[in-house]
Structure formats: structure tokens, C-alpha cells
């Protein structure tokens, strides 16, 4: 838990670029050996993290995609879409298999459940939609909040979903009734622009727009931890997630300063920062710039055509709008908005040169 | 708190069902079972086939088709992984529930009535025919060469209980032209079985012996265990259904203290000197033996008779119901009490099977016409739960507000804050508890009566789910009426997001909910206006409300229909202001015109705090980059003109 705070350091492995608008989300597959991108250029791109090419391209959708999510089965992506719907993807052969509509606008968010046998999905229809994903049926509609859902997430058993809204709350539901079982809301109520459960589906985090994170106590309805130690989030829907490994246990979320900042769970303290490329010149010999030529040359080179951080500069060059952590290793993956476009996929070590 | 009891135990919020609040169909459902954890739940069909349903989406989750008869009975393994059916083509089949593919296929001399199959492998099965005493099958000999012990390999695989009356009761079991019943108890380790001439018999699974012999003053019809074992109770002919404790010490327990297994001498002895016995037990007294009487359940009044009996999930109440063919009537017993509770009353067709939800305070019959109805607490909304702040209250209180009530700033508006709520890094790091958020908590309910923690991880809980192409059928008209029945998922609704056009949404919008509300209508009638206020669905939108739904236009409405069909649904019950469909269809529009995403656009460079301030301003004002906003604000105006 105390353990080295400023001892560890983040390598840029790929940068991905090729989505011709702002990254909205990237998802790890749930094997860990995939990486699922969503963008406003409308397409997902599907990337090899080992060798990161770029695998697949799906397009269907008729406006951009605000969310990607894997089926636990990793065969299928379900994505949400700025056209009202949502679509379930093959990721084998790239072809569209169902197209869920019923929302009545944007719709913003989605996630499956462990068995993946359902699908939830958020819109700024301000409900929430459960659906079968065996027959593509909306199983459930929740009127859930009174502003746009910006994030839904199940429990890792499947019996509780998460939600969380503009109008500043956090609702909890029963999967199987659609009950609502409980409202976390904060003294200001600020907008909420993310909520996930823990693995264990015992504390919530949530980011909201007075750039904060938090942690909730949903049963005794307590923030027991806050995290504001210099990400910016006041617009946009950032995304962040819990990194736990044998480095530390981390709270990774991003920033509308184009960096990514690495909180410590327990601490509640800056472990690192990915600074974006603007910063990161002059950052270089600190923090995680110094140690990110060596890691990054090989892919840029490759494959980062047109990548928006040419000449050394590793970072983001916007708001970095997606993060997402890798189910079993310490490495993150960030998306950029307009005009950075890229994905950019980052390894966590011990610093060799401790301060 | 109802919330806390979720978490922490779901027995504590056991509650009686009360409505029907939705059925289930494919097929004509004559009987099923849930598997341990109740996620899925196997039906067998008159049509021959094994339908498995996914509980949690109540779906078809596969068929397993095998039977050429209708098929009477099915049964799970304690794994789940393999299921058990017996049908009146006279065959008992093992299925392996993941590939759907037959274990074991064996004929039985006669129809099959029942069945039920040892918790674990090397699978046995007990079938209880039409005509004749109960068989004990061997199901792995199909599989695999017979690996178990010596005496084993003699035995047939189909092999007849021992009966308890052949030398006192010459015209037992193959006289009659009906057999007995039988099931396995918990573990395995015995049979209890029926027998027509009024005797409940306990044998032993492995020698074949009769441990116990129970006079029952009247026919039993039908067994049922509860979910620990503990309890038995048999469904007698004479209106009455009968409960046992049952005293039957599992496999260690005979380890440390062999039972004493009775002689023949002994047996015959018994059975001839206790002729004039009506009740109990013939080798151990009417107060002793392995199955001791504890109470009758009855309809004194009416003397219903009953077609099978079964307890809840908690097992502190008994649910009957009744053998009338007219009328589905469930009547629900308080089981330490014996007083009768509740009486349930559904459509006018009879109950041919009765099942309780491992987990939950859902009640399941398979109803004459072939439906699978279930049965579930009207739910009473938790205000409380949508604020943390919202009180209930039984009567009217007169209020009085305090000082700075509506000030802004209150303190303390957010209900309790933690710690840290509001003011972090005011705490210091060692006042805080390390958080654990890795550690997953095991499910109490199970790990208490769990003998064999490692089986948990070789439980099959859900099948894969696999999403077949979807066909791409012509673009109809929704609600046209041709839906394929069963699960047939060709009702996607066409794509309605390039459609866009105000005009057409709105059209569809007013189709749906008159059509909604006609649905609506008819259900209410169907179930006697108790249906469940809060449906799972809305009735449009599955497909099995309105396949099931009686007249002529019980066609389907696309999945899009469901919105309309819950919101009537839900009518008084809308908590939150909602965006008015007319919004929706100039969002619509709108979008459709113009380029927009929302990650990007989110909160377009103001103060996110505004978002929370718009709802409470109502009028709204204009806010760059937040198109949705506005837009929801001129139709909450057009709401208030139209008031």
C-alpha cells in the first residue's frame, strides 16, 4: 500500500492510430490479448496487443460510438451508438449480428454481465435498457434517472447493476427485478460522469465533473475515498479504472489535461502521471517521460502513422477521454479525443532509478 | 432494511408471492425443475422436447429434443450438468446439459411417471413407471464400462426397488394397475419410495435393502423433499398432504454408526404382525423409523383433494395445489403452524406441476394449457431507496420545515456523508481502513448445507450463449401480428435509427401505445386485473406475454414497443420527470441532420454544474453545446401549455 509512490513508472508500448475521430472508449478483452477501441468516426477497431496490428474494423453504425464492451466469452463486442442503438458484433468474422433498438436517443453506455447472457445499456434517454443477448430483446426498461445515463456496469455476480447519471446520482438496481436499491448521491451533486463496482462489487468508483473520483461505501452510503489530486474533469465522461497488481493497488483515470493520472487506492495519492505530449518536453527527465524513447520508437515507427504525438512526444495532445486496465497485468489503455485520435497502450514497472 | 437483506441473506426477504407476473411458453409444458442455484430451469414438453430456460432472461436457452413421447418428468444432477428426463415413449434419458448431447438413452418397461437422479456420478437414476414397482437405472453404464464395484457388473441396468408387502400384501404393486413413487433423498444414500398399498418404503441405494417400512393410512400420489432434505412431504389421495421428518444419517454418519439394516426375518415379522398399523413406522414404531409424521396439510372445509405438494424455498411454508382441472388454485400453508395463509388463485386451467425458486420468493406452475406461470410479490416501490433522504410514512404528519430548508448549502443534504465526503484529504491516511476491493465474499445460503466445496467449481450455472446471424427479415410494420411463435426471434424491430423522420416516430409511437394499452387491457382481464404492476417486461415486450395472450390480435410488437408498454405499464408509479417522447423524436431529428457525438460534446465547455441546475430551473436556458438539454426543456414548456 505504501509501497514506492514515486517508484513506479509507465511505458508507452503502441500507439494505435488510424481512428479519424476521437477515441470514446477502448476495452481490454477479457482474455487480455485484444484491445477493443470505439471512436466518433463511427468504426471499432479491433487490435493485437502483441504484435498491435490492427485486426478488424467494424462499421455499421450510422453516428459515433460512445461505448465498446466485450462479451466474457470474448467472441462478441457489443458497442452503443450516437444512432439510438446498440449493436452486437462477431468478432470473428466482423459481421453484425444483432442491432438492439429502443432507446429513443444516444445511447451512452453498456456492459454485459459475467455470464453474458445480458447486455445493459445507458442512453441520454435517461434509462436504462437490460437486454437478451441470445434473441437481441429488450428485456427491461428502468426509467433510471432525470439527465443521460453515463455508465452502466454489473456486478461481478451479476446481481447488481450500477448506474450513474448527469443529475448527480448513483443508483444501484436488482438485476432480476429492476428494483432500485439504493441512490448514492453527494452533498453537491455533481454530474457523474462514470461508476463501476469494484471486482469485488463491494465499493463504487465514480468520477464526477468537479474533477473527482471516489470511492462509495454503497452499503453504509459513505465516499471512503476521494481522489482529486489534479486530474481535470469537468465536461466530458472520463472513464477510469482499478488496477491492482503487485505494484500497488492503483486508481487509474484520465484527464482533460491529456494526461493520465495513477492515484493509490489506499493513499489516495499520486503514484504517476502520464503527462500528455505538450507537457511531456518539458516533464521529460521526470515522472514517466524519461523512460518512454526507448519502449516507443519500435511501434511508432511501425505503426504509428500519422500519430498525432510525432517527434517525442509520447503523450496524449487532448483530453483523454477513455481509460481502461488490463484484466490481469498493470497496463492501461488510454484513447484521446479530437485531435489526438490515438490509443496509446502502457506497461507499468518499478522505476529503475528510485528518487 | 430490504436492501441490507439482499446483500447479506436473500432467505430474510422471503416473502409469499401473490400475482402471476409473467409465464413462460414453448411448448406444452408438463413439468420442470430448476437446477441448485435456480439460473436455469428445464421444462419437459408434451411435444417430447427438453426445453432449458435461462432464468434470468427467461429465455430458451436450448432444446433438447430426444423424446418421442410427451415428456413427464425431468430432474438435475447437484452439478448441474446433467439432467435426467422420463417420457411415456418408455425412455429415460441422461442429457449432458452443455452439448445437449444424450449420456444415456434407456427403455423402461412402461411409461414413465417420474423421476430422479442421484446428486452425483456415477449417475443412478430412480423412475417411477405407470405400471409397476419403481426401477433404479444405472445411467453410467451407457457412458463407460462399469468401473464401480463387483456386485455391480451382476446387476441389470434396470433393476426393480424392492418391494416392502410382497409376502403380506399378495396384490401389491404389479397387481394394480398403477405404480408407485419414488425419489432419491438428498445425498443419494436412499430411496423413498410410495408404494400403492399406502406404505412409504426407505431402501437403501447400495444394497438394495429395505431399511424402513411407514404405513401411510392413504394412497401417496406424489413425494416432494425440501431443498435440505430434511422434509418430506407426500401428497396422499386422501386429501390430505402428510409431512415426514426425515431421519436418514448420510454416508459418514453410517461410517461411524452403521444403521441397522433389518433382516428379511425381521422385515416379514414386521410387516405380518402389523397388519392392523394405519401410520408410522412398522420396524421402528409409530414414533420412531427414518420418516417421522409431523403434520397434515388440509382444506378442512372443501377437502381438496391435491396433485402435489412443495415446500418454499426457506422451507417454512408448504404450497399445495389443488387436482381441480378448472381452476388453477395453490393454496399456501404456514409449515411450523399448519395454518393456511394464502390462497392463490390463477386462470382457469389446472396445476400439473408445482416448483419454488431455490433463491427466491418465486413460485413456479406449469398450468394445464402448457404454460409455465410464475408467481411473485406485487412490488411495492422503495421510495426510500431513490433518496436517501425520503421517509415513509404510514399517515399524514403535519410538516413543519425547518429554518434553512430550502436555503442552498443545506448541510447534511446528501443524506449521511463519510469520512471523507466532501472534504477530502481532511482525514488522515492512518484513520482510513485499507480497502479491500479483490476479496469476493462466498454466498452464505449455500456454503452453510455445503458438504463438498470443491463440486461449487464444477457447477454448470449458465449455458454459453451464442447469437445465431440474425435474419434479416423484410422491414414490416411493427405489431403486424405475424410473429413466429415460440422464442422465434425474428421480431427485431426494423432499424429505426436511419429512419429517423419525426413524422414516422411519431406515428409508431402513437400505434404502439394504443396497441400497449390494448395488450394492457387484455392481460388484465386474462389474470383478473392482478397482474403484477410491475412487469418484468412491458406486455409488448416479450415475446411470450403476447404469444400467450388469448384473441385474435395477439401478435407481437417489436422490441420497440416495449418502452410504450412499460411506461403505460408503469403509469403512477414514475418517480423522475422524463423526457417527453416529442423531445425524443426532435433528438431525432435533429440528430440525424447534424453531425453530433456525445463523449465529445458532453457538457460543451460549461460548468458541469449547470447540469444538475437545469432540472430544478425548469424554464432552462441556452446552453452552447448542450443540445440535448434544450431540447428537453421545450418539451417540459409544451408540457406546462398544455396543462
Given amino acids: 500500500m505504501a509501497r514506492g509512490a514515486s517508484s513506479v513508472e509507465f ?241 487509474v483515470t484520465g484527464s482533460e489535461d491529456s494526461s493520465v493520472y495513477v492515484y493509490d487506492l489506499n493513499t489516495q495519492n499520486v503514484v504517476a502521471r502520464i503527462p500528455g505530449a505538450a507537457t511531456a518536453t518539458e516533464q521529460a527527465a521526470t515522472d514517466a517521460g524519461g523512460a518512454t524513447p526507448m519502449e516507443t520508437d519500435a511501434p511508432a515507427a511501425t505503426y504509428g502513422t500519422g500519430a498525432a504525438g510525432s517527434a517525442g512526444g509520447t503523450g496524449h495532445t487532448a483530453p483523454v477521454l477513455a481509460v481502461n486496465v488490463h484484466p490481469s497485468q498493470p497496463i492501461i489503455a488510454t484513447g484521446g479525443h479530437s485531435p489526438d485520435n490515438t490509443v496509446r497502450v502502457w506497461a507499468a514497472s518499478r522505476s529503475v532509478a528510485a528518487e | 432494511m430490504k436492501f441490507i437483506h439482499a446483500c447479506e441473506d436473500p432467505f430474510q426477504s422471503v416473502e409469499l408471492p401473490e400475482v402471476i407476473e409473467e409465464f413462460l411458453d414453448h411448448g406444452t409444458a408438463l413439468c420442470m425443475a430448476f437446477n441448485r442455484r435456480g439460473t436455469l430451469l428445464a421444462s419437459g414438453t408434451k411435444e417430447g422436447q427438453v426445453v432449458v430456460w435461462d432464468f434470468d432472461t427467461r429465455g430458451v436457452a436450448s432444446v433438447l429434443t430426444g423424446h418421442e413421447g410427451p415428456v413427464t418428468s425431468v430432474a438435475w444432477s447437484r452439478n448441474g450438468r446433467h439432467l435426467i428426463s422420463g417420457s411415456e415413449d418408455q425412455r429415460v434419458i441422461l442429457w449432458s446439459v452443455l452439448d445437449g448431447a444424450q449420456v444415456a438413452r434407456v427403455p423402461v418397461p412402461s411409461a414413465v411417471a417420474k423421476v430422479s437422479l442421484s446428486p452425483r456420478a456415477p449417475y443412478v437414476g430412480v423412475v417411477s413407471v405407470a405400471e409397476g414397482p419403481p426401477l433404479l437405472v444405472d445411467l453410467a453404464r451407457g457412458a463407460a464400462a462399469p468401473a464401480a464395484g463387483g456386485d455391480c457388473e451382476q446387476r441389470p441396468q434396470v433393476e426393480a426397488l424392492p418391494t416392502a408387502g410382497d409376502g403380506s400384501e399378495p396384490a401389491s404393486a404389479r397387481g394394480t394397475n398403477s405404480g408407485g413413487v419414488a425419489l ?22 447400495v444394497s438394495r435393502r429395505i431399511l424402513d417400512v411407514v404405513r401411510v393410512p392413504a394412497r401417496v400420489t406424489e413425494l416432494h423433499l425440501n431443498r435440505k432434505g430434511t422434509l418430506l412431504l407426500a401428497t396422499c389421495q386422501d386429501q390430505r398432504v402428510r409431512m415426514y421428518d426425515v431421519v436418514i444419517p448420510t454416508h459418514a454418519q453410517q461410517q461411524a454408526l452403521p444403521l441397522q439394516v433389518p433382516s428379511e426375518v425381521q422385515l416379514a415379522e414386521a410387516l405380518a404382525n402389523n397388519k392392523s398399523v394405519k401410520s408410522g413406522s412398522l420396524l421402528h414404531g409409530p414414533e420412531g423409523g427414518l420418516l417421522r409424521h409431523v403434520r397434515d396439510f388440509q382444506n378442512a372445509v372443501e377437502r381438496t383433494p391435491w396433485r402435489m405438494a412443495a415446500f418454499s424455498t426457506d422451507s417454512e411454508h408448504v404450497v399445495g395445489a389443488a387436482a381441480s382441472k378448472a381452476q388453477l388454485q395453490l393454496y399456501i400453508w404456514n409449515r411450523p403452524l399448519g395454518n393456511m395463509e394464502r390462497i392463490l388463485e390463477g386462470p382457469k386451467e389446472g396445476a400439473l406441476s408445482l416448483v419454488w425458486h431455490p433463491l427466491r420468493s418465486l413460485l413456479l406452475s406449469c398450468a394445464a394449457s402448457g404454460r409455465i406461470y410464475i408467481w411473485a410479490k406485487v412490488h411495492a416501490e422503495n421510495w426510500s431507496a431513490f433518496a436517501p433522504d425520503f421517509k415513509e410514512l404510514d399517515e399524514n404528519t403535519e410538516y413543519v420545515e425547518r429554518e434553512d430548508e430550502f436555503d442552498w448549502n443545506t448541510p447534511g443534504a446528501g443524506g449521511d456523508l463519510g469520512p471523507s465526503g466532501g472534504n477530502a484529504g481532511a482525514d488522515s491516511d492512518s484513520e482510513l481502513p485499507c480497502l479491500d476491493v479483490l476479496t469476493r465474499e462466498r454466498m452464505q445460503v449455500f456454503s452453510s448445507d455445503e458438504e463438498d466445496n470443491g463440486e461449487a467449481a464444477s457447477e454448470l450455472l449458465y449455458l454459453p450463449v451464442v447469437v445465431e446471424p440474425e435474419m434479416q427479415a423484410p422491414a414490416r410494420e411493427e405489431g403486424d401480428g405475424t410473429e413466429a411463435e415460440g422464442d422465434g426471434d425474428g421480431e427485431e424491430a426494423p432499424d429505426a435509427a436511419a429512419a429517423g423522420g419525426q413524422a414516422w416516430q411519431q406515428q409508431q409511437q402513437q400505434l404502439q401505445q394504443a396497441q400497449a394499452a390494448q395488450q394492457q387491457a387484455m392481460l388484465m382481464q386474462l389474470h383478473g386485473s392482478r397482474l403484477a404492476q410491475f412487469p418484468r417486461r412491458g406486455p409488448g415486450g416479450g415475446g411470450y406475454m403476447v404469444n400467450g395472450a388469448p384473441g385474435p390480435s395477439g401478435g407481437g410488437l417489436g422490441g420497440g414497443a416495449a418502452a410504450q408498454g412499460s411506461e403505460a405499464a408503469l403509469g403512477h408509479q414514475q418517480l423522475w420527470p422524463r423526457q417527453l417522447p416529442d423531445a425524443a423524436a426532435v433528438a431525432g431529428a435533429e440528430e440525424a441532420a447534424g453531425e453530433d457525438w456525445r463523449r465529445g460534446g458532453m457538457a460543451g465547455g460549461e460548468e458541469g454544474r449547470e447540469a444538475a441546475d437545469d432540472m430544478d430551473d425548469g424554464g432552462g436556458g441556452q446552453h452552447a453545446g448542450r443540445k440535448r438539454k434544450v431540447q428537453f426543456d421545450e418539451g417540459a414548456l409544451e408540457m406546462w401549455r398544455g396543462r
Fill in chain 2, 184 to 205: 432419491f433423498s438428498r445425498g443419494g444414500e436412499v430411496v423413498i419410495a410410495a408404494y400403492p398399498r399406502s406404505a412409504l418404503c426407505v431402501v437403501d441405494t
Fill in chain 1, 11 to 251: 511505458r508507452c508500448q503502441h500507439v494505435f492510430s488510424g481512428h479519424g475521430k476521437a477515441i470514446a472508449s477502448v476495452k481490454f478483452a477479457p482474455s487480455g490479448g485484444l484491445l477493443a477501441t470505439g471512436s466518433a468516426d463511427k468504426t471499432v477497431g479491433l487490435w493485437n496487443l502483441t504484435t498491435g496490428a490492427r485486426l478488424r474494423t467494424f462499421s455499421g453504425h450510422a453516428a459515433g460510438i460512445s461505448d465498446v464492451a466485450w462479451h466474457p466469452n470474448e467472441r462478441y463486442l457489443a458497442t452503443a451508438a450516437d444512432d439510438h442503438s446498440l449493436k452486437l458484433w462477431d468478432v470473428e468474422t466482423g459481421a453484425c449480428l444483432r442491432t438492439l433498438t429502443g432507446h429513443t436517443n444516444y445511447v451512452f453506455c453498456c456492459n454485459f454481465d459475467a455470464p453474458g447472457h445480458m447486455l445493459a445499456s445507458g442512453s441520454f434517454d435517461e434509462t436504462l435498457r437490460l437486454w437478451d443477448v441470445r434473441t437481441g430483446k429488450c428485456l427491461r426498461e428502468v426509467p433510471a434517472h432525470s439527465d443521460p445515463v453515463t455508465a452502466v456496469h454489473f456486478s461481478y455476480d451479476g446481481t447488481m447493476l450500477v448506474s450513474s447519471s448527469l443529475d448527480g446520482l448513483i443508483r444501484l438496481w436488482d438485476t432480476q427485478t429492476g428494483h432500485c436499491l439504493k441512490t448514492l448521491f453527494d452533498k453537491d451533486s455533481p454530474p457523474v460522469s462514470f461508476a463501476m463496482f469494484s471486482p469485488n462489487a463491494k465499493y463504487v468508483l465514480c468520477n464526477t465533473l468537479d474533477s473527482r473520483a471516489r470511492i462509495w461505501d454503497y452499503e453504509r452510503g459513505r465516499t471512503v475515498r476521494m481522489y482529486d489530486g489534479g486530474h481535470v474533469n469537468k465536461q466530458f465522461c472520463l472513464s477510469s479504472g482499478f488496477c491492482t497488481s503487485d505494484l500497488g493497488h492503483w486508481i
